[in-house]
């Protein structure tokens, strides 16, 4: 049986007013791709979105350079954005955990239950199957954030 993946509003509302600095894992410099979208619009919105991308580590995507892996970073991150397939998000949640992320949230179609289930024994919260650019637009809406 899966698990239920309808979040409360007020859920995703909180995490997308709490969170400043966002990791998104599978960054790409391609204007076309779905996660240079997304991280030019979290940007807009002034967030700081850090790419993370092993094939790109070391150039600058939208004004941040890329980095290899989580652990990379060397600075704290509110929010892990994972743009990969389900198969690669255990170890990213795993970094996740180990850099001490408050939330893992996994884009649209991206769905690991077991690594959600083990970030939130480890005190994150887990969003999946969602996109922070539509639920912002979404929430904004409603008159919720």
């Given at each position: 049986?899966?698990?239920?993946?309808?979040?409360?509003?007020?859920?995703?509302?909180?995490?997308l007013r709490s969170?400043?600095?966002?990791?998104?894992?599978?960054?790409?410099?391609?204007?076309?791709?779905?996660?240079?979208?997304?991280?030019?619009?979290?940007?807009?919105?002034?967030?700081?979105?850090?790419?993370?991308?092993?094939?790109?580590a070391g150039q600058?995507?939208?004004?941040?350079?890329?980095?290899?892996?989580?652990?990379?970073?060397?600075?704290?991150?509110?929010?892990?954005?994972?743009?990969?397939?389900?198969?690669?998000?255990?170890?990213?949640v795993d970094q996740?955990?180990?850099?001490?992320?408050?939330?893992?949230?996994?884009?649209?179609?991206?769905?690991?239950?077991?690594?959600?289930?083990?970030?939130?024994?480890?005190?994150?919260?887990?969003?999946?199957?969602?996109?922070?650019?539509?639920?912002?637009?979404?929430?904004?809406?409603?008159?919720?954030?």
């Open positions: 049986m899966t698990k239920d993946l309808r979040y409360p509003d007020a859920l995703i509302a909180d995490v969170v400043k600095t966002i990791a998104l894992v599978g960054a790409s410099p391609k204007p076309d791709r779905p996660s240079h979208e997304v991280m030019k619009f979290l940007q807009a919105l002034n967030y700081r979105v850090i790419p993370v991308n092993p094939g790109l600058i995507v939208l004004g941040e350079m890329a980095r290899e892996s989580l652990l990379a970073i060397g600075e704290p991150v509110d929010m892990v954005d994972i743009f990969r397939r389900p198969e690669a998000v255990a170890p990213i996740a955990i180990a850099i001490k992320a408050k939330v893992v949230w996994m884009q649209l179609g991206v769905r690991d239950d077991a690594a959600a289930a083990k970030a939130q024994a480890a005190g994150l919260i887990v969003i999946m199957d969602r996109c922070p650019k539509i639920e912002t637009a979404r929430l904004t809406a409603a008159g919720l954030l």
